[in-house]
C-alpha cells in the first residue's frame, strides 16, 4: 500500500479498506471472468457443430465436405485469386485460378483434413 505524505488518518483508513476489498474481490471476479469464457467457448464450438450439421442437411453431405474442403486449401485458393487479380484479369479468370488451385491441390486434401484435426483440436472438444 502507498501512503501519501500529509494525508490524513481518515484518507489512510479509507485507502486501507479500499484495498482489502479489492483484494478480495479480485480473484473472486476473475474466477467468474474465466468461468464465462469457459462457458462462451463451448457454446461457440456447439454452435459450429450445429452449422456444420445444418449444412450437410440443406446442401447435401457432399457439398458440406466441399465447402470444408474449400476452407482448408483457403491459402492457396486465395493466392491463386490475388495473382490473377493483381496481372488485371476480372473474375472469370479468378474463378479459373480457383479451380486449377482446387483440382491441384486435390490430391493432398486427405492429409490436409487429417492435419486440421490434428492442429484445430480444442482442449475443451468433446
Do not use: I, K, N
Not at 52 to 59: G, H, K, M, N, P
Not at 96 to 120: F, I, N, T, W
Request: charged fraction near 20%; glycine fraction near 6%; aromatic fraction near 4%.
Amino acid at each position: 500500500m502507498r501512503t501519501v505524505a500529509g494525508a490524513g488518518a481518515l484518507e489512510l483508513l479509507g485507502a486501507a479498506l479500499a484495498y482489502a476489498v479489492q483484494s478480495l474481490l479480485a480473484p473472486l471476479l476473475f474466477g467468474a471472468h474465466l468461468l464465462l469464457v469457459c462457458v462462451a467457448l463451448r457454446d461457440t464450438q456447439r454452435a459450429e457443430y450445429l452449422a456444420d450439421e445444418l449444412s450437410a442437411r440443406v446442401a447435401g453431405s457432399a457439398a458440406a465436405t466441399g465447402a470444408l474442403d474449400a476452407l482448408l486449401a483457403t491459402e492457396s485458393v486465395a493466392l491463386a485469386v490475388r495473382r490473377e487479380s493483381r496481372a488485371g484479369h476480372g473474375p472469370q479468370r479468378w474463378r479459373e485460378a480457383v479451380a486449377a488451385s482446387r483440382a491441384a491441390a486435390a490430391d493432398r486434401l486427405p492429409l490436409l483434413r487429417q492435419l486440421s484435426v490434428r492442429d484445430e483440436a480444442s482442449l475443451f472438444a468433446r
